[in-house]
Nanobody, 124 residues
Framework: QVQLVESGGGLVQAGGSLRLSCAAS????????VGWFRQAPGKEREFVGG????????TYADSVKGRFTVSRDNAQITVHLQMNSLKPEDTAVYYC?????????????????WGQGTQVTVSS
């Protein structure tokens, strides 16, 4: 079992920044690739970005590329999502998820463990 807890969400004005954290506990976290997802009201959950289990590789959705950065600290078993230049369309509940694999993928079905989510609201 891997337990994931997100934090760092909140209300921010357009153009601002937020840093989300995903704290893990349970099995060896460095064996898991981690993805960040978001879900806006009435929409499907979508992939935002992810990081390989070693931290050497990251991938992002086109909608956030150049604005969001995923990083991880395996010693502190934490993954971060730095979000800059936020837009109102970034408003959603953000989730981190872990899969027992080297790399991340965009499919939600590929992740076994999920956090409870943290709300991000960007005002215009």
């Amino acid at each position: 079992q891997v337990q994931l807890v997100e934090s760092g969400g909140g209300l921010v004005q357009a153009g601002g920044s937020l840093r989300l954290s995903c704290a893990a506990s349970g099995r060896t976290f460095s064996n898991y690739a981690v993805g960040w997802f978001r879900q806006a009201p009435g929409k499907e959950r979508e992939f935002v970005g992810g990081i390989s289990r070693s931290g050497s590789s990251t991938t992002y959705a086109d909608s956030v590329k150049g604005r969001f950065t995923v990083s991880r600290d395996n010693a502190q078993i934490t993954v971060h999502l730095q979000m800059n230049s936020l837009k109102p369309e970034d408003t959603a509940v953000y989730y981190c998820a872990a899969r027992f694999s080297t790399n991340t993928v965009a499919s939600t079905d590929s992740y076994r463990y999920w956090g409870q989510g943290t709300q991000v609201t960007v005002s215009s």
